[in-house]
């Protein structure tokens, strides 16, 4: 099972970007999926989740107006759209899954997580 995160690169600050994370060896369809983010030299937290139906949708604080998270069951894909970036933004980001709630991606205690691509926010 592996989660592929891609999309991140250098932006000016006000700019956007769009990360995809796609999964392989088995179906994502019914689990939770979601964004971390991990900034040098500080822990790793929480960005955005999503719930199987996509009826469900948490953010952080930080995020909530510029980021759009959103999935495509079809193509067992999540997508992170980023508005607005700010340097604050500069961190490596993860993709993140579970079968169980998305409440647990949130928590960050999810099974399952992708390697991380790098967005980098100049001002």
């Known amino acids: 099972v592996q989660l592929q995160a891609c999309g991140g690169g250098l932006v000016q600050a006000g700019g956007s970007l769009r990360l995809s994370c796609a999964a392989s060896?088995?179906?994502?369809?019914?689990?939770?999926m979601g964004w971390f983010r991990q900034a040098p030299g500080k822990k790793r937290d929480f960005v955005a989740a999503?719930?199987?139906?996509?009826?469900?949708?948490y953010y952080a604080d930080s995020v909530k107006g510029r980021f759009t998270v959103s999935r495509d069951n079809t193509k067992n894909t999540v997508y992170l759209q980023m508005n607005s970036l700010k340097p604050e933004d500069t961190a490596v980001y993860y993709c993140?899954?579970?079968?169980?709630?998305?409440?647990?991606?949130?928590?960050?205690?999810?099974?399952?997580w992708g390697q991380g691509t790098e967005v980098t926010v100049s001002s």
């Open positions: 999503i719930n199987w139906s996509a009826r469900s949708i």
């Open positions: 993140a899954a579970d079968d169980r709630s998305v409440r647990t991606v949130v928590a960050g205690t999810n099974h399952y």
């Open positions: 060896g088995r179906t994502f369809s019914g689990s939770a």
